[in-house]
T-cell receptor
Framework: EDQVTQSPEALRLQEGESSSLNCSYT??????LFWYRQDPGKGPEFLFT???AGEEKEKERLKATLTKKESFLHITAPKPEDSATYLC????????????FGRGTSLIVHP | KAGVTQTPRYLIKTRGQQVTLSCSPI?????VSWYQQTPGQGLQFLFE???????NKGNFPGRFSGRQFSNSRSEMNVSTLELGDSALYLC?????????????FGEGSRLTVL
């Protein structure tokens, strides 16, 4: 069973059409949850770290939120340049601190 | 500040050959991690080095190995290549304090095994 599950696998939006990406996790204790953005042919780029339920982080049109079992990446009024794969990673407390990555959500924003 | 540099960016090998990939981390970063990324499996952790010591290892066969030098630069080696080793190999550096998940990735080395 995957520890980190992202949904949907792919999402197509029209420019300006807000939506949310989901990352659910099953670790027993959370040390940290991370969001990354990956453009085609590039390495992932760090976006946010969330540590505890109720925490929120914002950057331009992106807002990440965290509950006890999942995180959401809200995209408000997206633009074509927001098109990318968004990866979620979870770091479990009490064990190896190596983050486990989900398989990502591929987002395409049409003009 | 220069980012993480990986070389080569692209390479093609045949089954049975071996390959060495190189990674130069961000200046001052002492932790270097390696990941394999494929469409089917996503990002899979290979190993992590900190101050020239392997600190963590993922679930990959012994054909995959790595090392870190005193200047924090790292190399990974894959011997006896198989078709399934075709992937994007990503290196990530971090300050490596108490195990930060904030990783800074290079652009990757895309390996094709024929």
């Amino acid at each position: 069973e995957d520890q980190v599950t992202q949904s949907p696998e792919a999402l197509r939006l029209q420019e300006g059409e807000s939506s949310s990406l989901n990352c659910s996790y099953t670790v027993s204790g959370l040390r940290g949850l991370f969001w990354y953005r990956q453009d085609p042919g590039k390495g992932p780029e760090f976006l946010f770290t969330l540590y505890s339920a109720g925490e929120e982080k914002e950057k331009e049109r992106l807002k990440a939120t965290l509950t006890k079992k999942e995180s959401f990446l809200h995209i408000t009024a997206p633009k074509p340049e927001d098109s990318a794969t968004y990866l979620c990673a979870v770091q479990e407390s009490g064990g190896s601190y190596i983050p486990t990555f989900g398989r990502g959500t591929s987002l395409i924003v049409h003009p | 500040k220069a980012g993480v540099t990986q070389t080569p960016r692209y390479l093609i090998k045949t089954r049975g050959q071996q390959v060495t990939l190189s990674c130069s981390p961000i200046s001052g970063h002492r932790s270097v991690s390696w990941y394999q990324q494929t469409p089917g499996q996503g990002l899979q952790f290979l190993f992590e080095y900190f101050s020239e010591t392997q600190r963590n290892k993922g679930n990959f066969p012994g054909r995959f190995s790595g090392r870190q030098f005193s200047n924090s630069r790292s190399e990974m080696n894959v011997s006896t290549l198989e078709l399934g080793d075709s992937a994007l190999y990503l290196c990530a550096s971090s300050s490596g304090g108490s195990g930060t998940g904030e990783l800074f990735f290079g652009e990757g080395s895309r390996l094709t095994v024929l």
